[in-house]
């Protein structure tokens, strides 16, 4: 779109926080407010003339919007005022870094974190933006095939309108950016198009964020070798791998690589046939940070007759990426397929020169320019520089093997950087009829950034589908091209090396007739299963949906099969096996798994009494006689699961830890038999040292340790904990909490917007959901933490989905109208 139209359609002024539409601060409780009359805007004009946009957004106890227009810019007109409501600052945020402009305001050293993926400067941040900005990335996207539809662009253009609408007319009161310098007037579409294509880069670019910005060609001082702690020479022969490959740590590796164990979920689906009701149910709990960009709320988004769906978006979303409609709920687990692959390309000596098919050829060097305020306030411009390939942004990153030495170099080609699909795969999801329709309507958008789907229908049947965007790399194209150093990562990491000097050639992407475009795998390669049974993902790769099916036969880049089950995988299929060994998954049931608190590696390693066994080894009897009380839970009451969790924290693995090993025609159910030999031994005793050194009683009840963490919550006591490991479905983590950081284990991680629905009779929608960290991000805001205290209680929100459900508990209604 040019720049002169853009203008024309987003007259206004972005800054961002809490709500005005809520009313003032502590003005009683959601539960006891009175319900006024419709109240329109405060600033609408001449309301007989119809506007540009109109809708009407009406607020339901916990802020919850629901919003109603008759098309979809208004729609996303009332969505981008509801969400500036609840989270302005986030907001402006994600505009600020969009546009590239976080050194200026906030100063080049300062750090960004997103939380997920992304921490890096604000200069390097700034840099890579900056850079894309220039290249016209999104503006030629947004024209292009693998751009966005007409209707998913009138959202987005209307989300902006309405954010900038809610500027205009509401005073910000959050005390993190009321009245900051650096909150951005006249919030465009094209801003929020750079926000949503910086999303769908968590998981590749994103990841390389530094060291795409700090790539330089090496010197002397800087050869590029890398730095995990292992032989600094790199293999030159296949015959070399293994053992190189040895000494690696696998686990920094893939954390290097974007796979942080913490960005996850879980999701399970109970098809007709193993339900009371007879038709579909889920269960879905994303695990996603409770503080800054990749923040869910709430909304019910509603054009009459045409759409009408709720859920949960992520900040910056016009639509719902993890909800439900009449027919069909879905949810979302982190997948295991990676989005990228590095190029090496072997130079001509040191520097950029390397050898083509059609010739030498060199990295491109492109120079930014940033504008940056400096510690005495002025402002000043650094530069910059980054290199690129045809194939994508040149890194240097030893400590993942990919370092710029003076043999080679490497670029990353990124497929969800040659995609703006995003929205419309979400969108159309809304619009499914049933799980098939579902999938195939994600299939035609092709743009499911890095997630797995798990769905329910009203018919009884469920769905779990690896169909996000995947590089056309096939295990043949991998073998055929990976060099050395390639297959090293390969080894380690699953992510094939290939090789650069031939990726315009027989090294390129491939491309499936059934794919949105080239470059990416079509449905025909990914895999997917509906059943009536049941299915669900915990983050490992899609291999096994269930206790029955195994999907095979698939690229590797995609996951691995046959391969170990994390313990949290095992519990949330535990939770369901165990129901049905007893009866079928009843609504109260399957919504009761989410707060049952059951540790699987805790449930293993007490099998014959192994871990009390090990822990009397260690001649610490205070300690033991806790660890042997205890409930091998993690609820709030629980004492001893602190111990517990320390010790999974530091156990060894593998065979050092398990007698019986995995084993893939059992992989629920091994490995097992924990070892009681001296590396277990010893890691129960550093776990309780540990828990002495930090000044804990061993007999402290579990609630009061692990408490919330999010801005402005009060220390509520919370269930749940450490999932991979421990084996916690309700996975819970302390990672730079915004409070309570004095508290043993603030949580600021993990349980995000839980949600469980089940379809009744014909038309009926059993909704049950909560917001872990509540709707409002201002701590002023009386919907700050009420649904945080409701999930201290391990209770939920009856979601209001029908207008009669809607009118019983509406708390006020806004008519917005806008130009």
Same mark, same amino acid.
């Given at each position: 779109m040019?720049?002169s139209?853009l203008l024309s359609?987003?007259?206004?002024?972005?800054?961002?926080?809490?709500?005005?539409?809520?009313?003032?601060?502590?003005?009683?409780?959601p539960e006891?407010?009175?319900?006024p009359a419709v109240v329109?805007?405060?600033?609408a004009?001449?309301?007989?003339?119809?506007?540009k946009y109109r809708a009407?957004?009406s607020?339901?106890q916990?802020?919850?919007?629901h919003?109603?227009a008759?098309g979809?810019?208004?729609l996303g007109?009332?969505?981008?005022?509801?969400?500036a409501?609840?989270?302005?600052?986030?907001?402006?945020d994600?505009?600020?870094?969009a546009?590239?402009?976080?050194?200026?305001?906030?100063?080049?050293e300062g750090r960004?974190r997103d939380?997920v993926?992304?921490d890096?400067?604000n200069?390097?941040v700034d840099?890579?933006?900056?850079?894309?900005?220039?290249?016209r990335v999104?503006?030629?996207?947004?024209?292009s095939?693998?751009g966005?539809?007409?209707r998913?662009r009138?959202?987005?253009?209307?989300? +902006?309108?309405?954010?900038?609408r809610? *500027?205009?007319?509401?005073k910000?009161? %959050? &005390? =993190?950016c009321?009245?900051a $310098?650096?909150?951005?007037?006249?919030?465009?579409?094209?801003d929020?198009?750079?926000?949503?294509?910086?999303?769908?880069l968590i998981?590749?670019?994103?990841v390389?964020?530094?060291?795409?910005?700090?790539a330089d060609?090496?010197t002397l001082?800087?050869?590029?070798l890398?730095d995990?702690?292992i032989p600094?020479?790199?293999?030159?022969t296949e015959?070399?791998?293994?053992a190189?490959? +040895?000494?690696?740590d696998?686990?920094? *590796?893939?954390?290097?690589?974007?796979r %942080? &164990? =913490?960005f996850?979920?879980? $999701?399970?689906a109970i098809g007709?046939?193993?339900s009371s009701?007879?038709r579909?149910?889920?269960l879905?709990?994303?695990?996603?940070?409770?503080?800054g960009r990749?923040?869910?709320?709430?909304?019910?988004?509603?054009?009459?007759?045409?759409y009408?769906?709720?859920?949960?978006?992520?900040?910056?979303?016009?639509?719902?990426?993890?909800?439900?409609?009449?027919?069909v709920a879905?949810?979302?687990?982190?997948?295991?397929?990676y989005?990228?692959?590095?190029?090496?390309?072997l130079?001509l000596?040191?520097g950029?020169?390397y050898?083509?098919?059609?010739?030498?050829?060199?990295?491109?060097?492109?120079?930014?320019?940033i504008?940056?305020?400096?510690?005495d306030?002025?402002?000043?411009?650094v530069q910059?520089?980054?290199?690129?390939t045809?194939?994508?942004?040149?890194?240097d990153s030893?400590?993942?093997?990919?370092g710029?030495?003076?043999?080679?170099?490497?670029?990353?080609?990124?497929?969800?950087a040659?995609?703006?699909r995003?929205i419309?795969?979400?969108l159309e999801?809304?619009r499914?009829?049933?799980?098939r329709?579902?999938?195939?309507?994600?299939d035609?958008?092709?743009?499911?950034p890095?997630?797995?789907?798990?769905?329910?229908?009203?018919r009884g049947?469920v769905?779990?589908?690896?169909?996000?965007?995947v590089?056309?790399?096939t295990?043949a194209?991998?073998n055929?091209c990976?060099?050395v150093?390639?297959?090293?990562?390969?080894s380690v990491?699953?992510?094939?090396?290939?090789?650069?000097n031939?990726?315009?050639?027989?090294?390129?992407?491939g491309a499936?007739?059934?794919a949105?475009?080239?470059?990416i795998l079509?449905?025909q390669h990914l895999?997917?299963?509906?059943?009536r049974d049941w299915?669900?993902?915990?983050?490992d790769s899609?291999?096994?949906?269930?206790?029955?099916?195994?999907?095979?036969g698939?690229?590797s880049?995609?996951?691995?099969?046959?391969?170990?089950?994390t313990?949290r995988t095992r519990m949330v299929?535990?939770y369901?096996l165990?129901?049905l060994?007893?009866g079928?998954?009843t609504?109260?049931?399957?919504r009761?798994?989410?707060?049952?608190?059951r540790?699987?590696?805790a449930?293993?390693?007490r099998?014959?009494?192994?871990?009390?066994a090990?822990?009397?080894?260690?001649?610490?009897?205070?300690?033991?006689?806790v660890l042997r009380?205890?409930d091998g839970?993690?609820?709030?009451?629980?004492v001893?699961?602190?111990?517990?969790?320390a010790?999974?924290?530091?156990?060894?693995t593998?065979s050092k830890?398990?007698?019986?090993?995995f084993d893939?025609?059992?992989?629920?159910?091994?490995?097992?038999?924990?070892r009681?030999?001296p590396p277990v031994?010893a890691?129960?005793k550093a776990?309780?040292?540990a828990?002495?050194?930090?000044?804990?009683?061993?007999g402290a009840?579990?609630?009061?340790?692990q408490?919330?963490?999010?801005?402005?919550?009060p220390a509520?006591p919370?269930?749940?904990?450490?999932?991979?490991?421990a084996?916690?479905?309700?996975?819970?983590?302390s990672?730079?909490?915004?409070?309570?950081?004095?508290?043993?284990?603030?949580?600021?991680?993990?349980?995000s917007?839980?949600?469980a629905i089940?379809?009744?009779?014909k038309?009926?929608?059993n909704a049950?959901?909560i917001?872990t960290?509540?709707?409002?991000e201002?701590?002023?805001?009386?919907?700050?933490?009420?649904q945080t205290?409701?999930?201290s209680?391990?209770?939920?929100?009856r979601?209001?989905w029908?207008?009669?459900q809607?009118?019983?508990d509406l708390?006020?209604?806004v008519v917005?109208?806008?130009?």
């Amino acid at each position: 779109m040019r720049s002169s139209r853009l203008l024309s359609l987003l007259a206004a002024a972005l800054v961002l926080p809490a709500l005005a539409v809520a009313g003032p601060a502590g003005a009683g409780s959601p539960e006891t407010a009175a319900v006024p009359a419709v109240v329109p805007d405060e600033l609408a004009t001449k309301p007989t003339r119809p506007g540009k946009y109109r809708a009407t957004v009406s607020i339901t106890q916990h802020g919850i919007p629901h919003v109603v227009a008759k098309g979809w810019a208004s729609l996303g007109y009332g969505s981008g005022y509801a969400a500036a409501a609840a989270s302005i600052c986030n907001l402006a945020d994600t505009v600020l870094t969009a546009r590239g402009l976080r050194s200026l305001h906030l100063g080049p050293e300062g750090r960004y974190r997103d939380g997920v993926s992304l921490d890096a400067s604000n200069l390097q941040v700034d840099a890579f933006v900056t850079d894309l900005r220039n290249r016209r990335v999104v503006e030629d996207l947004l024209a292009s095939s693998a751009g966005p539809s007409t209707r998913a662009r009138k959202l987005v253009r209307g989300y +902006a309108a309405g954010v900038n609408r809610w *500027l205009r007319t509401n005073k910000v009161t %959050d &005390p =993190a950016c009321r009245g900051a $310098a650096w909150l951005v007037p006249d919030a465009t579409e094209l801003d929020l198009w750079y926000g949503v294509y910086l999303a769908n880069l968590i998981a590749s670019s994103g990841v390389f964020v530094k060291e795409i910005v700090e790539a330089d060609p090496p010197t002397l001082q800087d050869p590029g070798l890398p730095d995990l702690g292992i032989p600094l020479s790199l293999p030159r022969t296949e015959a070399e791998i293994p053992a190189y490959a +040895a000494q690696v740590d696998r686990d920094a *590796l893939l954390a290097s690589l974007g796979r %942080d &164990p =913490a960005f996850g979920s879980n $999701a399970t689906a109970i098809g007709g046939d193993a339900s009371s009701t007879g038709r579909g149910m889920l269960l879905g709990n994303p695990h996603f940070p409770w503080v800054g960009r990749y923040r869910f709320t709430q909304q019910h988004l509603t054009i009459p007759g045409k759409y009408d769906v709720a859920g949960g978006s992520l900040i910056g979303s016009p639509v719902v990426n993890i909800g439900w409609n009449k027919d069909v709920a879905w949810s979302h687990t982190v997948s295991t397929a990676y989005r990228f692959t590095p190029y090496e390309y072997l130079t001509l000596g040191p520097g950029t020169s390397y050898l083509t098919p059609r010739g030498i050829e060199k990295a491109e060097r492109r120079v930014v320019d940033i504008p940056v305020r400096r510690a005495d306030g002025s402002v000043g411009t650094v530069q910059e520089d980054l290199y690129r390939t045809p194939q994508g942004y040149v890194i240097d990153s030893p400590a993942q093997f990919m370092g710029w030495s003076p043999l080679s170099f490497w670029a990353i080609r990124d497929a969800n950087a040659e995609q703006l699909r995003t929205i419309d795969t979400f969108l159309e999801m809304g619009r499914a009829t049933s799980s098939r329709d579902l999938l195939a309507r994600q299939d035609a958008a092709g743009g499911m950034p890095w997630v797995n789907t798990t769905a329910a229908d009203r018919r009884g049947e469920v769905l779990y589908a690896d169909h996000s965007v995947v590089p056309h790399v096939t295990d043949a194209l991998a073998n055929r091209c990976m060099t050395v150093v390639g297959r090293l990562i390969q080894s380690v990491a699953g992510l094939p090396g290939l090789n650069g000097n031939l990726a315009d050639s027989s090294c390129a992407w491939g491309a499936d007739a059934d794919a949105q475009r080239p470059g990416i795998l079509g449905p025909q390669h990914l895999p997917a299963v509906v059943r009536r049974d049941w299915v669900m993902n915990a983050n490992d790769s899609y291999w096994t949906p269930n206790d029955k099916v195994r999907l095979e036969g698939y690229p590797s880049i995609i996951g691995c099969e046959r391969c170990e089950r994390t313990m949290r995988t095992r519990m949330v299929s535990q939770y369901v096996l165990d129901r049905l060994a007893v009866g079928k998954e009843t609504p109260r049931t399957l919504r009761g798994h989410e707060y049952a608190n059951r540790l699987r590696a805790a449930e293993v390693m007490r099998a014959d009494g192994r871990l009390d066994a090990v822990c009397a080894a260690t001649g610490e009897t205070e300690a033991c006689a806790v660890l042997r009380a205890w409930d091998g839970r993690s609820d709030v009451t629980s004492v001893g699961t602190h111990l517990f969790e320390a010790f999974v924290q530091r156990a060894p693995t593998g065979s050092k830890l398990w007698q019986v090993p995995f084993d893939p025609a059992h992989p629920f159910h091994t490995p097992r038999e924990l070892r009681t030999g001296p590396p277990v031994v010893a890691a129960m005793k550093a776990a309780i040292d540990a828990v002495r050194a930090a000044g804990v009683p061993f007999g402290a009840t579990w609630g009061s340790l692990q408490v919330a963490g999010d801005r402005g919550a009060p220390a509520f006591p919370l269930g749940g904990g450490e999932g991979d490991l421990a084996g916690n479905a309700n996975a819970l983590a302390s990672i730079a909490p915004a409070a309570n950081g004095d508290r043993y284990k603030a949580v600021s991680y993990g349980s995000s917007h839980i949600q469980a629905i089940a379809f009744r009779g014909k038309r009926k929608v059993n909704a049950r959901t909560i917001l872990t960290y509540s709707q409002y991000e201002d701590p002023g805001s009386r919907w700050s933490r009420d649904q945080t205290r409701l999930f201290s209680a391990e209770s939920w929100v009856r979601f209001p989905w029908t207008e009669r459900q809607i009118a019983r508990d509406l708390v006020r209604t806004v008519v917005l109208r806008g130009k």
